[in-house]
């Protein structure tokens, strides 16, 4: 498996931008598509975007499409989530999470094997 250390979650005011990063020890990162989760509390863990082994497709949830972007440094066994326009319902913890090329491509929880501590994300109104 490999090891993922999340970072750069914090407080920021509505309409704000963080950068998460997501780094990953252990394996050849490029074996694995990345994606980024979340849960919001009280609420079950959601989908929120994932990039492919090259970084050459991305999927995104409805919610965050074009406000946020998923992409990856594979030179620095990292991949990165900017969210821009942040909103209030953005606040949650989230999660990188890394899926095997083996197991195909696509938005399915359940095949992200590996998954990182998370990183809280609050956006006040």
């Known amino acids: 498996q490999v090891q993922l250390v999340e970072s750069g979650g914090g407080l920021v005011q509505a309409g704000g931008s963080l950068r998460l990063s997501c780094a990953a020890s252990?394996?050849?990162?490029?074996?694995?598509?990345m994606g980024w989760f979340r849960q919001a509390p009280g609420k079950e863990r959601e989908f929120v975007a994932t990039i492919s082994w090259g970084g050459t497709a991305t999927i995104y949830a409805e919610s965050v499409k074009g406000r946020f972007t998923i992409s990856r440094d594979n030179a620095k066994n990292t991949v990165y989530l900017q969210m821009n326009s942040l909103k209030p319902e953005d606040t949650a913890v989230y999660y990188c999470?890394?899926?095997?090329?083996?197991?195909?491509?696509?938005?399915?929880?359940?095949?992200?094997?590996?998954w990182g501590q998370g990183t809280q994300v609050s956006v006040s109104s």
């Open positions: 999470a890394a899926r095997p090329r083996t197991t195909g491509w696509g938005r399915e929880e359940t095949r992200f094997g590996s």
């Open positions: 252990g394996r050849t990162f490029s074996s694995y598509h």
